[in-house]
C-alpha cells in the first residue's frame, strides 16, 4: 500500500505516502500520532541497531516487517531494528537528516524529493509493494465504464498529494484527459462515505481497500487500477547511499530478512494477520484478512517480490516528467539496485 507519499496526511503504503507517500489502508487500527516498537527482543550489545521509518500508524500493511520481527529474521540477521510509525510529511526527509536509517516510501515521492533536493542522496534498496495500489472506483453501476468516461464527472480524492492525487494524475493520463476535464473535489480520507452518500461519481483510493470496505457496506463498485494502465513504482525500502555503500552488509541483512518475512506473508496470510494482532491495536482481523489477501498480489507482481523493475522506473520517470513533477534524470540507475 505504499505508492504513502507516502502525504500532507499520506501514505504512502504508504508514501504508498504514504505513501508519497505511500500506500494507506486502514482495517480499524488505532489512529495514534506516533508509536514507535523494537524489533530486536530488547537490549542487545551484540546487535546492530537499526530503524525504518513507515510513515503511517500500526497497520496490515507492514506485515512483512512485523512476521520479520516476530519470527526473529531480524534478530538472526544481527539486527536490533525499531519501527517508527507515524503520519509524516517528509519521511524521506527524517531519513536525510538522520532520524531513521531507512524508510518506507514509494518510488515517486523518491524522484519528487530529489528533484526538490539535488544533494539528496538516496536509493530503493527494495520495491516491496510490486504493484501501485491505486485505483479510482466507481458503482458498478455507474455510467463510466472506461477511464474517458470520467469526463465532466465529480471525482473525490483525499488532496492534491501523495499517492492517490499521482495514481489520479496517472488514470486521468490514460483516460486522455486533464485535470480541467473532470470536477475533483478534496474529501480527505473519506471516499467510503462520500461514495456511500452519492456526494461524488468517483473516488481515488487504494485497491487493497476502499473497494473492500465499499462491498462490506452492499455497494458493488468497478475498479481502474494504475497499475493495469502505467507501471509506476510503489513502496520500497529507501536508504541513503551512504549507509547503503558503507554498510552494505546491514543493508543486505535487513532487505532479506524483510523479503523473508514479505515470503511468509504471501504463503499464509491468516498466520500473519494472527502475527500483526500485536502490532496493530484494535485490529479488526477479519477486514485486515480481506486486505491482506488483497494485497498479496500487490506484493508479488510479477513474481519477483522486492525486485526493482528498470522498465517501472523508466515509466515513472517519464510519467512525472510529463506532468511537470520533476526534471528529467541523467543518473536514474543511481536512484534503484537489486545489489
Not at 521509518?53 to 539486527?79: H, R, T, W
Not at 485505483?135 to 492517490?164: M, Q, R, W
Not at 502475527?275 to 494485497?295: C, R
Not at 522506473?313 to 516528467?321: D, G, P, S
Request: aromatic letters at 8%.
Amino acid at each position: 500500500m505504499s505508492v504513502n507519499r507516502r502525504i500532507a496526511v499520506t501514505l504512502k503504503f504508504v508514501s504508498l505516502a504514504l505513501l508519497s507517500g505511500i500506500f494507506l489502508v486502514a482495517c480499524g487500527q488505532a489512529n495514534t500520532p506516533s508509536d514507535t516498537t523494537n524489533a530486536g527482543g530488547g537490549s542487545n550489545n551484540a546487535l546492530k541497531s537499526i530503524s525504518i521509518g513507515l510513515g503511517y500508524n500500526p497497520d496490515i500493511q507492514f506485515a512483512p516487517f512485523y512476521v520479520a520481527q516476530s519470527k526473529g529474521y531480524y534478530k538472526d540477521a544481527g539486527l536490533n531494528v525499531t519501527f517508527n510509525h507515524g503520519i509524516v510529511t517528509d519521511l524521506i526527509g527524517t531519513m536525510a537528516a538522520g532520524k531513521n536509517n531507512f524508510v518506507f516510501a514509494s518510488g515517486d515521492e523518491l524522484l519528487v524529493a530529489h528533484d526538490k533536493n539535488k544533494s539528496l542522496q538516496a536509493v530503493d534498496v527494495s520495491t516491496i509493494f510490486q504493484k501501485y495500489p491505486v485505483s479510482i472506483i466507481v458503482p458498478k453501476d455507474s455510467s463510466i465504464k472506461t477511464l474517458a468516461d470520467l469526463k465532466g464527472h465529480t471525482i473525490g480524492e483525499p488532496g492534491p498529494f501523495g499517492a492517490t492525487h499521482t495514481g489520479l494524475l496517472a488514470l486521468l493520463q490514460a483516460g486522455k484527459l486533464s485535470l480541467s476535464d473532470v470536477k475533483v473535489q478534496s474529501i480527505g480520507f473519506n471516499q467510503v462515505a462520500a461514495m456511500l452518500s452519492h456526494k461524488v461519481d468517483a473516488v481515488v483510493g487504494y485497491s487493497n481497500n476502499e473497494p473492500l470496505q465499499l462491498e462490506r457496506n452492499g455497494l458493488n463498485v468497478r475498479t481502474f487500477a494504475v497499475s493495469d494502465y502505467l507501471p509506476l513504482v510503489s513502496n520500497g525500502i529507501i536508504t541513503t547511499q551512504d549507509t547503503y555503500k558503507n554498510q552494505a552488509q546491514t543493508v543486505h541483512a535487513f532487505v532479506n530478512a524483510t523479503l523473508k518475512g514479505l515470503k511468509d506473508v504471501i504463503a499464509d496470510p491468516q498466520k500473519a494477520v494472527d502475527i500483526s494482532k500485536s502490532y496493530v491495536p484494535g485490529m479488526n482481523t477479519d477486514q485486515a484478512l480481506a486486505v491482506l489477501k488483497s494485497t498479496v498480489p500487490i506484493y508479488q507482481g510479477n513474481g519477483k517480490p522486492g525486485y526493482n523493475d528498470k522498465a517501472a522506473w523508466e515509466a515513472t520517470e517519464k510519467f512525472l516528467v510529463a506532468q511537470k513533477m520533476i526534471a528529467p534524470l541523467d543518473n536514474l540507475s543511481q536512484i534503484y539496485t537489486n545489489n
